[in-house]
């Protein structure tokens, strides 16, 4: 019997199409998380540029830079192959996994989510003073919920992933992004930013509730809940912690650049930066939701069969076709930025100088649009080949890229610098990347020879 003839024996899922997948998946991103797309325009159209947008802005940022520590560990992940051979050789196990991997998320993640709390509210004592201190040190709690609850929700994604359930997660971010755009409508007038925070913890709150029931009540997935150790626990541990330190230290870069911003002397230089670079990076938010985690298994399907020539052929052709996309967007953005961002930021609060300043910033965001979209698909080839040990050296370089050249170039280009800044570091990372996988298929194939 072959392994195909096996794995459907066994009631393994098939593996599908990666193009139909992709196309599929795509659709329920674009349907049910257009919410996510629209947030940033709302929160410029309620709250404009500000000091309290500004301590919002940068409370992200140091929050997001703790999620990395938190959520990554199950975002296209070892997490994935793992369960999968798990339930092929050891199925009676499994719930026991689960239900290990979910408390020990919850416990773990939440220790490092209330020490996160703790140091940001020093933190914030330090930086801030009179209303802006008492706003951001409000945030907090929030926003340590929220990471709590991220965690859940990508565990429960990964889960279903593994089941080959794609969509469903899309449709359960459609619901949580309705609950936060309604709590922000109905509120934002009377609670004002401290409310942006709050309604995001909400959201994920109904995004990991909603999965966790479709797995459990719909796919049938059992979970013994418990703090047991088993094997493949530890395994993904060790997997796992490279991976996830690596993009710990990359999260720095949000914290900087928003440091730095302020030192630019311009009011709402934080915001007006984020935005700009929300706006420019937009289109690899479908693609990190559609194309990479589909690309992932394949790739991991061609290690293990040690087709090495059919997993470079997968990311070259990823790549190319990837390059080319968003190198047209690139240029469209550029050519319309002016209209499409006035069409866009230029209402309720936002002011016309903040979204002129605006497009002045994309520009320079744009030049490291296709050189992201590389290095997220790179990323994913390591992660597929178990190279997860240069996860942590390439955010090194990353981070400390990115403080250099904030540095260097805030002095002569202000926050147009910044902006560029973190375009250069995105096309050094990709080409190291793309330079360490070349050197570890080479050894692979050499090895298989």
């Known amino acids: ?36 797309a629209v947030l940033p325009l709302l929160l410029a159209y309620w709250f404009g540029r500000s000091e309290a947008m500004d301590v919002y802005v940068f409370a992200w940022a140091v ?30 196990g499994v719930p026991k996994l689960i239900g290990s991997l979910l408390v020990h998320t919850w416990v773990v993640g939440g220790a490092l989510a209330i020490g996160v709390g703790l140091v940001a509210l020093g933190w914030f004592t330090f930086r801030y003073q009179g209303a802006a201190y008492v706003l951001a040190a409000s945030m907090v709690l929030p926003f340590t919920v929220y990471l709590v609850a991220t965690a859940t929700r990508t565990f429960f994604a990964t889960v279903l992933a593994v089941e080959h359930h794609f969509v469903v997660h899309p449709i ?21 930013v401290l409310l942006v925070p709050v309604a ?16 459990v009540r719909i796919v049938g997935v059992r979970i013994d809940l418990g703090l047991a150790r088993p094997k493949a626990l530890v395994d993904f541990a060790k997997l796992v912690v490279h991976q996830v330190g690596g993009g710990a230290v990359t999260r720095v870069n949000p914290v900087v650049d928003q440091l730095l911003a302020g030192l630019a002397g311009v009011v709402g230089g934080g915001t007006m930066l984020r935005f700009s670079g929300e706006a420019a990076l937009l289109p690899t938010d479908l693609l990190q939701a559609a194309l990479l985690p589909v690309l992932l298994s394949h790739l991991a399907d061609d290690f293990a069969r040690r087709d090495l020539p059919a997993f470079r052929r997968s990311v070259v052709k990823a790549l190319t076709t990837v390059l ?34 605006m497009a002045a910033l994309l520009p320079y965001h744009l030049v490291g649009l296709a050189p992201f979209g590389a290095l997220l698909i790179l990323a994913r080839a390591h992660i597929a080949l178990k190279n997860t040990g240069i996860f942590i050296g390439m955010g090194l370089l990353n981070a400390g890229s990115n403080v250099v050249l904030n540095i260097v170039l ?40």
């Open 1 to 36: 019997m072959s392994s195909a003839d096996e794995a459907s024996a066994s009631g393994a899922p098939k593996r599908r199409s990666l193009l139909r997948t992709t196309l599929l998946v795509g659709v329920a991103q674009i349907v049910f998380r257009g919410g996510e």
């Open 63 to 92: 929050f997001s830079f703790a999620g990395a520590l938190v959520f990554t560990a199950y975002r296209d992940s070892p997490l994935v192959p793992i369960l999968a051979e798990e339930k092929l050789l050891r199925p009676e």
């Open 172 to 192: 359960a971010s459609g619901v949580g992004m309705a609950v936060n755009l309604g709590v922000l409508a109905g509120g934002h007038a009377a609670f004002g």
């Open 200 to 215: 995001a913890g909400l959201g994920e709150l109904v995004i990991a509730a909603a999965l966790a029931w479709y797995a």
């Open 324 to 357: 080319l996309l968003l190198g047209a967007v690139a240029i469209v953005f550029h050519l319309v930025r002016g209209p499409l961002l006035r069409l866009v930021f230029l209402h309720g609060e936002m002011d016309v100088a903040g979204v002129d300043r």
């Open 410 to 449: 805030l002095r002569y280009l202000g926050l147009e610098g910044i902006a560029l800044s973190t375009s250069i570091v995105h096309l050094v990372v990709a080409i190291v990347f793309w330079i360490q996988l070349e050197r570890r298929l080479g050894a692979l194939t050499a090895e298989a020879a």
